[in-house]
């Protein structure tokens, strides 16, 4: 399990993160929400690793970051960044197998392709292998890079709890590979066990995919839970600062989010500054 | 972004590591043939016979000493100079993840050129060895310790708390080249004749003297690094992604930073030191075999290793040959040549940087 408590990232002197947590569960998908410059990428970026909280902790199965050794947190834990760019062009298939890197020499080159393809047709890039990087569109190079990263967490007979951290993933995809790409994470948090931390934009999807939603608002946390409970008219005017309906039409079992054209003033609303 | 040009791939084959390393034993058999004066294959091989397995021919000294002490010495060197550049900008280009990049522009050469320009004042004016075998000595030992000394100027520069920005690496690295320049500049100016012409002799690199002891020298200062940077090809390969992400994935980062600088100071620097300064190399041989074999550094590092060494090896016999007996030296020769190569190579591939 993921746990961070407390988080507190500071930056020139100012808290742009306080009093955060959240917790992601093997086999949980967790969506991670709340307007821009509320403070995601950071708490993403506190729990990857990356950046060093002020505050608070975060560990993952049960140990401290600062306790895991690089290449052991890297085989129980992968990030993907927003975009993540190549000076120099490179196939396909050279890309998802530098997600090996964790394993090498523990594991014949054979087996390290064979992984590779395996992960290129789980977000739906097969036959893609000896294409250019430079080449492919702006979402099937995220894509691409989302396979490195399954490459990386990738193991036959998982002895530990492994996890992916998103930012973002469905950037530069269009609807129907949104929704594809959503349902590939799903599959991979019942099937293969992940827990799945990932930043999302579009309401509707954590709605619709996400088992707990994190909001977020100006570096704090604002609620979270379960989808139904986080993605209310109320939670969305808080978070964001706009109107939205929420909406259960007959046969569908879950409600969809309508945002209505009249922003809800957020300036006028200050009652929390950070501290 | 640079592509790489799918005609180009076929030439992958044809430039793997075995058939380019037959071509530069081939490269360097011809080398030894031409020169100056040019020698029948049997009589090099009846000097490598004596010279390698005690066999008596009978041949006149003069020629054991030209096959022997003159040109293969001259081949190795070139063979090693070549490479090692090659292999340091390759690896420097990886790390900085741009492929103009050079080892120059971490301010090993300028360095070098300084501390070299320093030593041949040092040694004309107060050893009064200009010319001389202790001279000479003064001169490499002079630009290998600049090198290595304004590489880890800049190294030192760019770092704090314990991370070193890559970004500010380049910037501080082009600010010590121009500094260099103008000291170098100025030592010019206020020498001699004499050093004058020793000066421009080594800014414009020569491999005229090469002999056994100084490549007994050379060869371990190459060899040795570049084996530690082909060990790490995996982690260049993950820097390509960008510093964030290789951590991400388990590279300690700041310690192939560190692992490949040194390893391209001490290789460029030996270079630099015996050969004076030999342009494009660096630059070029990287970028071609990138086009070809893909930017994996496992592949690339190694052949850019033995094409560079093959270059460098056909570069030093025009250098001799074309205005025999005298010499061009070999700097202008690469320069000469890799400049235009190097932008038939842009406009060839039509993309921008």
Redesign the interface.
């Known amino acids: 399990m993921i746990e961070a408590n407390h988080i507190g990232v500071r930056k020139s002197g100012r808290w742009i993160l306080r009093k955060a947590r959240v917790q992601v569960r093997a086999g949980e998908l967790v969506a991670l929400i709340g307007a821009n410059g509320a403070g995601k990428s950071t708490l993403l970026k506190a729990v990857a690793g990356e950046v060093t909280p002020d505050e608070g902790a975060v560990s993952i199965n049960s140990k401290i970051l600062a306790d895991w050794p690089a290449a052991g947190l890297a085989k129980v834990r992968a990030v993907l960044s927003q975009s993540v760019q190549l000076p120099f062009s490179m196939p396909v298939i050279d890309l998802v197998e530098m997600g090996r890197y964790p394993y090498q020499g523990q594991e014949p080159g054979g087996r390290t392709r064979e992984i590779a393809r395996l992960c290129l047709k789980q977000v739906g890039l097969s036959g893609y292998d000896d294409r250019d990087i430079c080449t492919l569109s702006g979402g099937e190079q995220q894509r691409a890079q989302l396979a490195r990263v399954l490459a990386q967490v990738y193991r036959e007979q998982p002895a530990e709890e492994r996890f992916l951290l998103l930012d973002e993933p469905t950037a530069s995809q269009d609807i129907a590979q949104k929704q594809q790409l959503l349902s590939l994470l799903r599959k991979l948090a019942n099937e293969a066990g992940l827990g799945i931390l990932t930043i999302l934009h579009d309401l509707n999807l954590a709605m619709q995919y996400a088992d707990r939603v994190v909001l977020l608002r100006r570096g704090h946390l604002l609620k979270s839970g379960s989808p139904e409970t986080v993605l209310t008219p109320e939670g969305i005017a808080q978070g964001f600062g706009l109107k939205a309906r929420v909406v259960r039409t007959p046969g569908e079992a879950l409600p969809h989010i309508l945002t209505c054209p009249t922003a809800v003033d957020l300036f006028q609303n200050e009652e929390t500054a950070i501290p | 972004?640079?592509?790489?040009l799918?005609k180009y791939r076929s030439l992958s084959r044809l430039l793997s590591p075995p058939v380019l390393t037959l071509l530069l034993a081939i490269s360097a058999l011809c080398a030894l043939l031409i020169g100056a004066y040019s020698l029948p294959v049997q009589q090099v091989g009846l000097v490598m016979g004596e010279q390698l397995f005690g066999l008596e021919a009978g041949l006149p000294q003069t020629l054991s000493y030209l096959v022997w002490d003159i040109r293969l010495p001259r081949i190795l060197l070139s063979v090693f100079v070549g490479g090692g550049l090659a292999i340091a900008g390759a690896a420097v280009q990886g790390l900085f993840?741009?492929?103009l990049a050079d080892p120059a522009l971490i301010g090993v050469t300028s360095g070098a050129m300084v501390f070299a320009v320093a030593g041949i004042l040092f040694s004309a004016s107060v050893l009064g060895a200009i010319g001389s075998w202790l001279g000479y000595a003064t001169v490499t030992v002079m630009a290998f310790t600049g090198s290595l000394l304004t590489t880890f100027l800049v190294y030192w520069l760019a770092s704090s708390k314990g991370y070193t920005s890559v970004v500010t690496m380049l910037l501080a690295g082009v600010a010590i080249t121009a500094l260099g320049g103008a000291l170098t500049g100025l030592m010019t100016y206020f020498s001699d004749e004499d050093e004058l012409r020793d000066i421009i002799f080594w800014t414009l690199g020569s491999l005229g003297g090469a002999n056994w002891q100084m490549l007994a020298l050379l060869i371990p200062l190459v060899l040795l690094p570049a084996f530690i940077l082909w060990r790490q090809s995996?982690?260049l390969?993950?820097l390509?992604?960008?510093e964030?992400?290789a951590?991400?994935?388990?590279?300690?980062t700041q310690r192939t930073k560190w692992i490949v600088i040194g390893c391209a100071a001490l290789i460029v620097g030996a270079c630099v030191a015996v050969s004076g300064v030999i342009a494009f190399v660096a630059l070029v041989v990287p970028h071609l075999v990138?086009l070809i074999q893909?930017?994996?550094h496992r592949s690339l590092l190694l052949g850019s290793a033995l094409l560079g060494g093959l270059l460098m090896v056909w570069a030093d016999t025009a250098a001799r040959t074309l205005i025999a007996p005298a010499e061009l030296p070999i700097g202008i020769l690469t320069a000469l040549l890799g400049a235009p190569f190097f932008i038939w190579l842009l406009l060839k591939t039509k993309r921008s940087l």
């Open positions: 972004m640079i592509q790489s799918p993840r741009n492929p995996s982690q390969d993950l390509l992604l960008g964030r992400e951590a991400y994935t388990g590279v300690n990138r893909g930017p994996r």
